[in-house]
């Protein structure tokens, strides 16, 4: 099991950049699937993008290929999201949540999650 902490969320402008952070405490950190996830008001939460134990594999949603990069180090218990070019649909709250058995493509595939960072793209 993983505990797991989001750092870097705030309120930017459209066009601007923002890096979340997300540090893992437990065993095994290399051994999980991470991904970022995101729920809006009002919507169901979704997948953002995912990247494999090794980060040789990542998945990026349509809406934020091209935008936002995932990036993991093994060796600080750490997986970032790098978001550029924000627009206001970004915004939500944040999640990063580890897969200890699958490919992370789905909600129920993850054991574990953290409390959320709130983004805030303005117009």
């Known amino acids: 099991q993983l505990q797991l902490v989001e750092s870097g969320g705030g309120l930017v402008q459209a066009g601007g950049s923002l890096r979340l952070s997300c540090a893992a405490s437990?065993?095994?950190?290399?051994?999980?699937?991470l991904g970022w996830w995101r729920q809006a008001p009002g919507k169901e939460r979704e997948l953002v993008a995912t990247?494999?134990?090794?980060?040789?594999?990542?998945y990026y949603a349509d809406s934020v290929k091209g935008r936002f990069a995932i990036s993991r180090d093994n060796a600080k218990n750490a997986v970032y999201l790098q978001m550029n070019s924000l627009k206001p649909e970004d915004t939500a709250v944040y999640y990063c949540?580890?897969?200890?058995?699958?490919?992370?493509?789905?909600?129920?595939?993850?054991?574990?999650w953290g409390q959320g960072a709130q983004v805030t793209v303005s117009s």
């Open positions: 949540a580890a897969d200890p058995r699958y490919t992370g493509r789905y909600r129920w595939m993850y054991d574990d």
């Open positions: 990247i494999s134990r090794s980060a040789d594999n990542t």
């Open positions: 437990g065993r095994s950190f290399s051994a999980y699937v």
